[in-house]
């Protein structure tokens, strides 16, 4: 008898984090492992926030905080979504939450139904589908390739959707690739959207502020989907705040009531000194966070480089984010060093193994011919672990 409940027994193990451990593992063996796995930003949380939060502290704002948010900082991300994306929010309509992982859950459990099903267009992120499981619906992923810089067609998400269809996630800019879907290409899925009207819209925009020229493009600004579409976004990319855990939904009153709701019984408020701090991040002019937009675009010109001269990796030119995501498809079939590799895990377990570079299994994001590499590592631990890789491969 399994004691364990069929939820989570039939949960997978987050790749990311997965990876991640191995790496640890490694290096308390003293094996000098560069971790290129997660998406965290090697950048400090910048001065002004920190000084936000340490001004909470002194406040003494230490008591529970509402479970929806502190209703400053929901105006404050009313404001944003304003000034940065042209969406109009009431405070009402703001659940804040530990994380956008959380939001995620919340709207997950909030909508799905055993059986419903979520349309992911691959690749996506490793946590898409398994809340939608722990939900009970069934993923539906829509394939994609570097060869259509992992973009979906319009085309391509009318035949997916089917009367069981309740829920479409978008994320963009992407993780894992860096693919940014264009104004216009929004624009094109949302007219398929717009003849579905019982299916919803999740839109991850935790990346928005990292990118490297193709404006970022909200879909709840298409009047006619803003009343079925959430907006998810949080402040631990662009601010450098992954620790801090917050992330926050702009989504249709009714939802965000339920979502509010579902947090109550699971958490209840956010950190009470992160929200202090949020604050300050959503309350500053874009402006003073360029500087690691900028380290990063100048990251990913090298990191694209040094792979495109390594024989058998195809690699795109990613718009946004800090990943790259190169097919290596290329190897399956062949034996290096003794290890014959099969699929993309085999490959990325190669690397951790025989390159000492940890990268991630696209087959966690639904693309078994690509990995995901992380760039937000400083300029040396990206030319090292790229050089390893090269040498790993010949």
Known sequence: MDILSARINSLPISATLEMAAK?????????DIIGLSLGEPDFNTPEFIKDAAVQAVQDNWNSYSPVDGYADLKTAICNKFKRDNNLDYNPTQIVVSTGAKQSIANICMVLLNPGDEVLLPAPYWVSYSAIATLAE?????????????????????????TPKTK???????NNPSGTIYSEKEYRSLGKVLEKFPD??????????????????????????LYDRTITVNGVAKAFAMTGWRIGYIGAPE??????????????????CIAQRATIAAVEAPVSNIQYMVDEFAKRRE???????????????QPEGAFYVFPDISFYFGKTLTGKKIENASDFALYLLEYAHVATVTGDAFGNS??????????????????ARISKSLQ
């Open 23 to 31: 790496a640890r593992e490694l290096k308390t063996k003293g094996i």
């Open 137 to 161: 619906a069934k993923s539906k992923i829509i394939p994609s390739s570097i060869e259509t810089d992992f973009k979906i067609t319009p085309e391509q998400l009318e035949a997916a959707i």
């Open 167 to 173: 829920l479409v996630m978008f994320n963009s800019p």
């Open 199 to 224: 299916v919803f819209i999740l839109s991850d925009e935790i990346y928005e502020h990292i990118n490297y020229g193709t404006p970022h493009f909200s879909i709840a600004s298409i009047p006619e």
């Open 254 to 271: 009714w939802l965000a009531k339920a979502c509010n709701k579902m947090q109550g019984q699971i958490t209840s408020g956010a950190n």
């Open 302 to 316: 090298i990191i694209i480089q040094l792979l495109s001269e390594i024989p058998g990796i195809k690699i795109n």
């Open 369 to 386: 011919n690509c990995i995901r590499i992380s760039y937000a590592a400083s300029e040396k631990n990206i030319r090292t672990a790229v």
